[in-house]
């Protein structure tokens, strides 16, 4: 005699994976890298004007008019004009603004008010890839920004140095890296207005510590020992040497600092952006 098998229960459904997981990456990230260049073609000239406005007026003011009261800065014991002093360094800020106002405002625009991600994802495009064309696409925008302010200094004769060809890629990895940071504020985002507080409780704090205005000998011990860590720090003292027509003289550590803080931004930005969507 038989007896009835109970009914097996059903299987449980899998667990979704971690959102921390290692990125799961792909080379479909360029058709949405192209996407978001086919649509900023359209407004291309107003967006480089925005871009190269205003650090060309902090050149232009204090560069030639403040740089006329100061005259010359001592870098590493070797006096060096204040304009070129200034140069060098907002360049390095231009490449961080540019690359974080594209990261968050444009971005955050794509991803939560036109729902442009969504449409996106409904293609064979996984969200790694989005995030990871954004990632570039707002590096792209610093570097095409810096390349015009570059050669607006070139024109003005602020520096010649053939070494700026080197100082181009560096630019490049600092627009990477600033992005991948503005990225992790705007998976945490719920509207524009707070990205208020990254541009004025983190930005603007390390533009002022990380040496762009004044030689960071004049900050405190503690303060420098903190401003030597700084993404920006690292990304002017790659670049101003190079304006200089000289080598950093720690190149090595600067690289690092720059490549460990755009891997650790991005892959946390990558984690929060994917909790972001699973709510």
Request: glycine letters at 4%.
């Amino acid at each position: 005699m038989h007896t009835a098998q109970p009914p097996h229960a059903p299987a449980a459904a899998p667990r979704p994976p971690s959102a921390w997981h290692p990125p799961q990456l792909s080379t479909r990230w360029w058709p949405v890298f192209l996407r978001n260049l086919l649509v900023w073609r359209k407004l291309a000239v107003p967006s480089l004007i925005g871009n190269i406005a205003e650090p060309l007026m902090w050149l232009l003011a204090f560069g030639y008019g403040l740089g006329a009261l100061v005259g010359q800065v001592q870098v590493d014991g070797q006096a060096v004009p204040y304009i070129l002093f200034l140069a060098s360094g907002s360049i390095c800020m231009s490449a961080m603004n540019a690359a974080s106002f594209e990261a968050l405002y444009s971005a955050f625009s794509r991803m939560h008010v036109q729902k442009t991600w969504d449409g996106i994802m409904n293609a064979p495009i996984s969200l790694d890839d989005v995030v990871l064309a954004e990632m570039l696409w707002a590096a792209f925008k610093a570097l095409f920004a810096v390349t015009a302010i570059m050669g607006v200094m070139l024109a003005l004769g602020i520096s010649h140095s053939p070494k700026l060809l080197v100082a181009w890629p560096v630019l490049l990895c600092v627009g990477i890296m600033f992005s991948s940071i503005a990225l992790i504020f705007n998976a945490l985002a719920r509207g524009y207005d707070f990205f208020t507080y990254y541009f004025t409780l983190v930005l603007t704090p390390m533009m002022f510590l990380s040496g762009v205005f004044f030689p960071r000998d004049q900050l405190p011990p503690v303060v420098h020992a903190v401003s030597d860590w700084l993404p920006l720090t690292n990304a002017v003292e790659l670049v101003r040497p190079l304006f200089m027509n000289q080598w950093p003289a720690h190149p090595l550590r600067h690289a690092l600092v720059i490549a460990v803080t755009t891997v650790a931004a991005y892959w946390v930005a990558l984690a929060l952006t994917r909790r972001r969507f699973r709510a």
